[in-house]
Each structure stands twice: as C-alpha cells, then as structure tokens.
C-alpha cells in the first residue's frame, strides 16, 4: 500500500522543489487543520496588507515630492520556516525594528535639511504607527513567553490560549 501524499500548502504560489520541507518537518501555516489559530493568522494577513498600504503610501509620497524609487535587493530573513507563534512574533518583531530605524534615519535627514514635510509625514504616518506595532508585538512575546510557548517548534496550549484570549488578536469590528 503507498503512502499518502502530504498535505497540500494552502497557497496560489508555485512550491520551489529546492525549498521543499524536509520528512518529518512540516512548514507552520496559523491556518492548517491541524494547528487552526485562526485570530493569529487573520491578525497576521492584517499587518501584511498594513505594510503593504504603508509601503504604498511612502512611494506614493516619493513620487508627489519629484523623488525615484530605486529597487534594491532586501535580504532574507534568517529563518526558513516558522513553526509557532513565538518564532512569527520575534521575527516579525526585529523585522519592524529595522524598518522603524530606517524610518528613524529619514525622520533626522529630513529634519536636518530642514524639511518638516516630510518629517512630520514620516514621523506621523509610518513611523509613531510602527512604534506601536512594536509595543504590542513586544507584548505578545511577553504574553506568550509566560503561557509556555516555546521556540522549539513545538505547539503548546498557550499558543491556544493567545489566540482565543489575546486582546490585540480580536477581530476589528
């Protein structure tokens, strides 16, 4: 008798046959039947389609102001797969912490070549917003390190715990 097929990435995306997960791994998705944290995978598409409205409106700012984008290689995270809510928050964490320092540095350039335009722009617009994010994923990990969450990729009863309980994961009404 063969062996079943594994489960079927819930995805539109072609999957790369070099960054297939290994046998007895599995690649963490909040919204597998088998994981089903679904208030921490809807939290999680709603601060990527915020980043990506961000994204969109400093662009759009650059553009109005007579300025270029000019595209640049972004590296990638060190972490292949994340396998629970912990590893999610403390990558998405640093990640946010680096954009908000890039931010950072653009609100003093501005501030030093005398445009207060863009400072207050960025300082009001992207840069207090991320500030917050930060707060509260900070808040997250704490909340999920004292539940037991580890980072060993195991899944635990906190992480249910988080998703059904965590104030900052309710759904915006």
């Known amino acids: 008798m063969a062996q079943p097929k594994g489960k079927r990435l819930k995805t539109c995306l072609p999957t790369c046959t070099f960054h297939q997960p290994l046998s007895g791994k599995q690649m963490e998705i909040f919204e597998q039947d088998d994981v089903a944290l679904p208030r921490v995978a809807a939290y999680f598409r709603k601060i990527t389609q915020e980043e990506e409205k961000n994204a969109q409106t400093l662009l759009d700012y650059q553009t109005e102001r007579g300025g270029h984008y000019c595209p640049k290689n972004i590296q990638k995270p060190r972490c292949e797969s994340v396998r629970n809510i912990l590893q999610a928050l403390e990558l998405t964490c ?3 912490k680096t954009a908000a320092s890039f931010l950072e540095e653009l609100y003093a350039l501005s501030k030093s070549l005398a445009d207060p335009h863009t400072a207050s722009f960025v300082k009001k617009r992207l840069l207090v917003p991320k500030i917050e994010r930060i707060k509260v994923a900070g808040d997250l990990i ?11 990729g195991e899944m635990s009863f906190g992480e249910y715990l988080i998703d059904r309980l965590q104030e900052e994961l309710k759904p915006s009404a």
């Open 142 to 152: 704490t909340n999920a390190n004292r539940l037991g969450c580890s980072d060993d």
């Open 94 to 96: 640093h990640q946010w």
